[in-house]
């Protein structure tokens, strides 16, 4: 049987946490962003519709309006590496 796992974007790698301050690429909405903050799901009040139990909240690096992502599929630029 021939499984493939996926693959995050190119020239990105996937990472169990994110942290406020890091840069981030939102493969669902093809956005970077900052983190500005990473919660649970428990501990919101709208509806989050996310799979993962963490909502990450992201801007854009130049300001703009903050987006929700799924904190488990984002992907983070490695060492050295420009973002999309």
Known sequence: MNHQLHQPQPNHRAVPMSAPGQ?????VSGRTGVVQA????AELLFDHRMTSD??????PER?????????AALCFPADGEETI
């Not at 963490?54 to 801007?59: G, I, P, S, W």
Request: charged share 20%.
């Open 23 to 27: 840069v981030a690429y939102d493969p």
């Open 38 to 41: 990473v919660h649970s799901v």
């Open 54 to 59: 963490r909502v990450a909240f992201l801007r």
């Open 63 to 71: 300001g703009g309006v903050e987006w929700t992502a799924d904190a």
